[in-house]
């Protein structure tokens, strides 16, 4: 059975610029923390602005705490010479919500389709290198209430568990949001239920 993968790898702040030249050609190269396709449409534009007579955006990316989507984009050059072997350093970086852009100042010397996809690995490559990479948790909340008499109960789970609260409202009827690592769920779940008095469900 394999097991749950409650991890992800990202970025938290842009790259540092890089670049690298080829027979003339120039490739700078960058990394963006995104979480969503306005993110990355944002970013690219900042970019076009910045490098306005450049002759190629080529760039990837992933969405999703579990890797759930990617696209990889050639901004025309020859199919599959630059988007995919962006996307590749993406998968071989393990990292997720994240867009990789390598733009391209042509230098009157064609690369081939062999060379352009090394110089685009490379750049990607580089972005990666100068990023910090971190790693988190996938979490998932859950929602309690309870009356006020149950609330040394649900701290103590909480402290035994080490559980971050979101946010809570503490009055006569309590309510919480706490979060909870993914593979730790189930487990903290059937804890909080053996508590009688309390209501608890997933968000």
């Known amino acids: ?27 700078y190269n960058y990394a963006f923390p995104v979480k969503d396709e306005d993110a990355i449409k944002d970013a690219l ?14 760039y990837a990316w992933q969405l999703g705490q579990r890797y759930e989507s990617y696209r990889a984009n050639d901004d025309g050059e020859p199919n599959n010479s630059a988007g995919m072997p962006i996307y590749g350093q993406l998968q071989a970086f393990d ?3 994240i867009l990789v852009v390598v733009v391209r100042y042509f230098g009157g010397t064609k690369l081939g389709v062999g060379g352009l996809i090394q ?12 990023s910090k990479i971190v790693k988190r948790t996938i979490n998932q909340e859950f929602n309690i209430k309870f009356d006020y008499p149950e609330m040394n109960d649900v701290m103590r789970i909480i402290k035994d568990e080490n559980l971050t609260i979101v946010s809570q ?7 919480m949001i706490i979060t909870v690592r993914l593979k730790e769920a189930d487990r903290v779940f059937n804890a909080l239920q053996l508590l009688h008095k309390i ?5």
């Open 119 to 130: 110089a685009y690995k490379q750049g990607a490559q580089l972005a990666l290198e100068a």
């Open 169 to 175: 409202k503490m009055e006569l009827n309590c309510e």
């Open 1 to 27: 059975m394999m097991e749950l993968r409650d991890t992800y790898n990202t970025i938290t702040k842009p790259s540092p610029e890089t670049l690298f030249k080829e027979r003339g050609s120039k490739f």
């Open 199 to 203: 209501s608890i469900k997933k968000l």
């Open 45 to 58: 534009a900042s970019l076009k602005k910045k490098h306005h007579t450049a002759g190629h955006f080529c």
């Open 95 to 97: 990292t997720t919500n």
